[in-house]
Every structure is written in structure tokens, then in C-alpha cells.
């Protein structure tokens, strides 16, 4: 009796079901499937195994079998190049016996099933495992049966194997966060007359944007700011930015001039990271003396904006040299700027000025000036949190999007704080 591709369909709908039912493990996916089709009445076996393939031996291994057949311990191991039925599944997928006279169990049919991953081996392609079953009868059923059985189980597995790879890469991640995140400062930060505020929002789990303060041990004349992007995406672009992270704070322990402490980090990332290198980099001091004297170096990175308050005009601060990893040595200069009462330093990853509206708009340099502008007289939280709300507003439904990061610096309009 032939079955019809109807019934192929309800075949393939009954050994999905059984598929998508809750298992631990493949073994346990596939000793299930072999139970409920050997118990089913839509079905004719009569009794199934089910073997795994033992990649160092080139062997079988009997893992589970169920029914009317011949009992074989578990455990049992059959040679590939001593089976002509297993070494067959290296060309074709399913194996099938002719009928076979068992005596008082009447006569039998056996097949042997491929499914799974396949395992590159000596002899040819060989499926991770092998499902064995037994008929009363040869029909054409019974060889579609097989197929069908074949095809779901090979496509729940690829499932399963796929789940399990995304859980690993969730708990990955999750566990990439919590590093991560736990090196990230405080947002705000008061320094003498500066108040200070910065923010990373990262677009996926974990993302390539960094920002932190540095200090100097006990030192309370200095503090440093920096800010990065790592070029690369995703978790790999994380990496890069925990690099920096570990590299900057171990470095700011020694007293080291800020244009070697780059030059040093640049090389350490070209030797490091030999495919994905490129990370821009914005560092600068802020000093406690009267002229509000800021020391720099851009490497590479988006030049910050500089407000003055005495003019309500915006300059930038443009590269000083290049982006970190490219060649194993570059110099880099140290520049500086003076920061007067009810000025205001932003620095930002590109995150914020490259996000994108529908049309495919910049949000770009002006309109962030323009925020700036109109909010110079806020605090720095203030100034920081209007920026990443009106460039999220701005690029809502855009089809790109990015990690950001901004620092704001304001320096207070009176007096000088003694706070750090």
C-alpha cells in the first residue's frame, strides 16, 4: 500500500509532535520518538534502537531499543568498517533489508536511519546517530515512513542544537554584562569645580562603547577622563573595550605621560587583536588649578565639543593622532584647552551622532550643538539625559542603530569646589 502525500503530511505531523515534546538531551529527543512510534497504530514497526556514533572508534554504540526485537545489550559496539549496513549510511540515508524469515516472529524487515549532524570520517560522511527499526512487512509505507522519520528528526535536533548553542551564547553574554558592567564608574562624578556625568547605553547585551574616571591613587590634583569605541560589534567588540578597560586602569597607577600611556595602548591592541584592531580613543586630565587647564589627546576618536559660556559658541577638539591598532607605533600629541566658569566639555561615541531616522538622516555634529546650546545653563546629568532622549527620539524606527556613550563636563559658574 502506498501512502499518499496526505498521509505523509499526518506521518510527518505526528513525528513533529513527538520532536517538539520536551527532552533533555538528543538521546532522550530520540529514544522518545522511537517509543511513540513503535507504540503508534499509524505506524508498522515494530521495535526500534537507537545508536550513536563514537567518533574515536569509528563504532555504533547502542544507546536505547524498545519492542519487539532481538535484546542486545546496551552498550554494544558495531564496527562501521565491519558493518556493510553502517558503513552504507556514508551514501545513502536510509538502509533497508529485504524480508527475512525469523522463524515463530514470523517475517521481518529491517532499516537503518541517518540522522543528525553529519561526522566527516576515514570512510565517508557518518551521522551522528542511527535509528534501527523492525517491520512485519515490506511496503512502500513502511520505506516512506522512514524518510519522513529521517527529515524531522534531523530537523529537531538542528533545533535543539540550536538552542542549546543560543543558551550557551545568552549565558555567555549575561555573564560578559556583569564584567562589563561592573567596570563602569558611578555616572555621576563631582571634581573640584567640575560636575561630571556620564552614561553607556550599549545596543545588544553588551557593546564596544567605554567610558571611565581615573585617578591616580591618592592623588587629588588630577583626574582623568576617557572615553572609546571598538570598531568591531557585539562580543568581540566587548572584549576589545575590557582590554582597554584593564590596560587604562593598571596604567593609571603609574605616573606615566598621557601621550606614552596611548602610544603603549596602541601597540598592546595591534599585537593583541589581529583581525578586529581599529578602537578610537578620547583621554584627557582635568586639572584643579585657577585657569581651568585641560590637558588631551584624541586618538582617532569623535572631536568633543567645547561650550563657552562668555560667548555661547561650540569648537571641537580634532584628532591628535590616529585611531588606536592600526600601525604598532604612532605618536601622538598632546594638546589642551581652558575651561572657564559655566563652560561645558561633551565628549561622545559616534553612536550619537551617526543615529539614523527613517529617511536615513544623520542626527550629526549641529543638531547636538544645538542641544547643547539650549541647555547650557542645566546641570551635566541634565544636559547628558536630554541628549540620549532627543537622539532616541530622533532615530525611532531608523534602521540603524549603535552603542552610545556620552560624558558631560560643566564647570561651575562660581567659586572652586573643594569636593573630588
Not at 507504540?39 to 519487539?68: I, K, P
Not at 511496503?139 to 542549546?164: G, I, K, W, Y
Not at 549641529?366 to 547643547?372: D, S
Amino acid at each position: 500500500m502506498n501512502i499518499t502525500g496526505l498521509h505523509q503530511r499526518a506521518t510527518y505531523k505526528l513525528v513533529d509532535a513527538i520532536l517538539t515534546a520536551k527532552a533533555s538531551d538528543p538521546l532522550d529527543m530520540l529514544s522518545q520518538l522511537v517509543r511513540h512510534i513503535v507504540d503508534s497504530s499509524m505506524m508498522v514497526m515494530t521495535g526500534g534502537r537507537v545508536w550513536e556514533l563514537d567518533a574515536n572508534t569509528d563504532e555504533y554504540v547502542l544507546r536505547y531499543q524498545y519492542g519487539e526485537m532481538e535484546h542486545m545489550e546496551l552498550g554494544t559496539r558495531n564496527s562501521v568498517a565491519e558493518t556493510p549496513e553502517l558503513r552504507s549510511l556514508a551514501t545513502r540515508n536510509t538502509y533497508t533489508t529485504p524480508p527475512i524469515d525469523a522463524g515463530e516472529r514470523g517475517t521481518l524487515l529491517y532499516s537503518l536511519t541517518g540522522v543528525g549532524e553529519l561526522v566527516q570520517r576515514p570512510l565517508g560522511q557518518f551521522p551522528t546517530y542511527a535509528l534501527a527499526f523492525t517491520a512485519h512487512e515490506q511496503s512502500d509505507e513502511f520505506v516512506d515512513a522512514m524518510l519522513v522519520v529521517s527529515s524531522a528528526a534531523s530537523t529537531a535536533l538542528r533545533n535543539m542544537r540550536t538552542v542549546q548553542q543560543n543558551k550557551k551564547i545568552r549565558k555567555d553574554l549575561d555573564q560578559a554584562w556583569q564584567i562589563q558592567r561592573g567596570l563602569v564608574p558611578d555616572h555621576h562624578r563631582q571634581f573640584h569645580r567640575y560636575d561630571i556625568y556620564g552614561i553607556s547605553l550599549p545596543e545588544s547585551v553588551v557593546g564596544g562603547d567605554y567610558f571611565d574616571y581615573l585617578q591616580r591613587g591618592d592623588e587629588q590634583d588630577r583626574l582623568g577622563l576617557v572615553i572609546s569605541d571598538a570598531a568591531s560589534k557585539g562580543l568581540s567588540a566587548a572584549v576589545q573595550a575590557l582590554f582597554v578597560s584593564g590596560a587604562l586602569r593598571m596604567a593609571a597607577s603609574f605616573d606615566t605621560k598621557m601621550t606614552s600611556l596611548v602610544s603603549r595602548l596602541n601597540t598592546l591592541i595591534y599585537d593583541t587583536f589581529p583581525n578586529e584592531r581599529f578602537v578610537s580613543l578620547f583621554m584627557c586630565e582635568l586639572l584643579s588649578s585657577q585657569s581651568g587647564l585641560v590637558l588631551y589627546v584624541n586618538a582617532g576618536h569623535c572631536p568633543p565639543m567645547h561650550y563657552k559660556a562668555s560667548t555661547s559658541t561650540i569648537s571641537t577638539l580634532p584628532p591628535t593622532g590616529g585611531i588606536l591598532g592600526i600601525v604598532p607605533e604612532q605618536p601622538f600629541r598632546l594638546e589642551n584647552l581652558n575651561m572657564s566658569p559655566g563652560d561645558i566639555l561633551v565628549l561622545f561615541t559616534d553612536g550619537i551622532t551617526e543615529a539614523q531616522n527613517r529617511a536615513g538622516d544623520l542626527f550629526g555634529e549641529e543638531r547636538l550643538a544645538e542641544v547643547i546650546r539650549q541647555h547650557a545653563q542645566e546641570t551635566s546629568e541634565h544636559i547628558a539625559q536630554i541628549v540620549l532622549d532627543t537622539v532616541n527620539r530622533f532615530s525611532a524606527g531608523g534602521a540603524y542603530s549603535d552603542d552610545k556613550t556620552i560624558i558631560v563636563v560643566k564647570s561651575a559658574v562660581t567659586g572652586v569646589g573643594n569636593r573630588q
